[in-house]
T-cell receptor, first 119, second 109 residues
Framework: GAVVSQHPSWVICKSGTSVKIECRSL??????MFWYRQFPKQSLMLMAT?????????EQGVEKDKFLINHASLTLSTLTVTSAHPEDSSFYIC???????????????FGPGTRLTVL | GQNIDQPTEMTATEGAIVQINCTYQ??????LFWYQQHAGEAPTFLSY??LDGLEEKGRFSSFLSRSKGYSYLLLKELQMKDSASYLC??????????WGAGTKLIIKP
């Protein structure tokens, strides 16, 4: 089945530092990956759509200079939270589409998520 | 605007059946998804409906009526491990996923 990994699973950092989160599709190639943020007891919020070899598409209200996305290969996308602040503390989840899937690649498979705490 | 509605919380008994409803109003429709999310974990895919009718997968079934903008997730023979949030998501005409807020399902012995 389609497996997506994320690293690290959790990270604690000081305010003002940058944190990089990796998202990998382990057994399939993903031309499109998605980055979500989820605050406690709230639903998923799409931050951006990451396309291999091109610039990410950011959702309204998401600062592209703060949340840097790089999708350099068909199996890896990275999200870098620059100059992190306590309000950036959240659960960050990536997902990827598996084009081999029987539904034509419509289904998103999620990574396990990264819990970021900014002190 | 686009909107997905599902109950905030439901309670059911172990071994019983529960139906979680989802209604949607979106600009176009290109499929409806159900995901399960345990507390502190990422969502896991349960089902995908794009045509009207019932899709069955073991203890879980999902139903879609496009004319009514309505779907439900049916869970049979409930187990304690089914306690989780269940997220309904609809893909609109731009192929963007619109997410519901999720239904927290509490299973009691």
């Amino acid at each position: 089945g389609a497996v997506v990994s994320q690293h690290p699973s959790w990270v604690i950092c000081k305010s003002g530092t940058s944190v990089k989160i990796e998202c990998r599709s382990l057994d399939f190639q993903a031309t499109t990956m998605f980055w979500y943020r989820q605050f406690p007891k709230q639903s998923l919020m799409l931050m951006a759509t990451s396309n291999e070899g091109s610039k990410a598409t950011y959702e309204q209200g998401v600062e592209k200079d703060k949340f840097l996305i790089n999708h350099a290969s068909l199996t890896l996308s990275t999200l870098t939270v620059t100059s992190a602040h306590p309000e950036d503390s959240s659960f960050y989840i990536c997902s990827a589409r598996d084009s081999r899937a029987g539904d034509g690649g419509h289904t998103q498979y999620f990574g396990p998520g990264t819990r970021l705490t900014v002190l | 605007g686009q909107n997905i509605d599902q109950p905030t919380e439901m309670t059911a008994t172990e071994g019983a059946i529960v139906q979680i409803n989802c209604t949607y109003q979106t600009s176009g429709f290109n499929g409806l998804f159900w995901y399960q999310q345990h507390a502190g974990e990422a969502p896991t895919f349960l089902s995908y409906n794009v045509l009207d009718g019932l899709e069955e997968k073991g203890r879980f079934s999902s139903f879609l009526s496009r004319s009514k903008g309505y779907s439900y997730l049916l869970l049979k023979e409930l187990q304690m491990k089914d306690s989780a949030s269940y997220l309904c998501a609809v893909r609109d005409s731009n192929y963007q996923l619109i997410w519901g807020a999720g239904t927290k399902l509490i299973i009691k012995p």
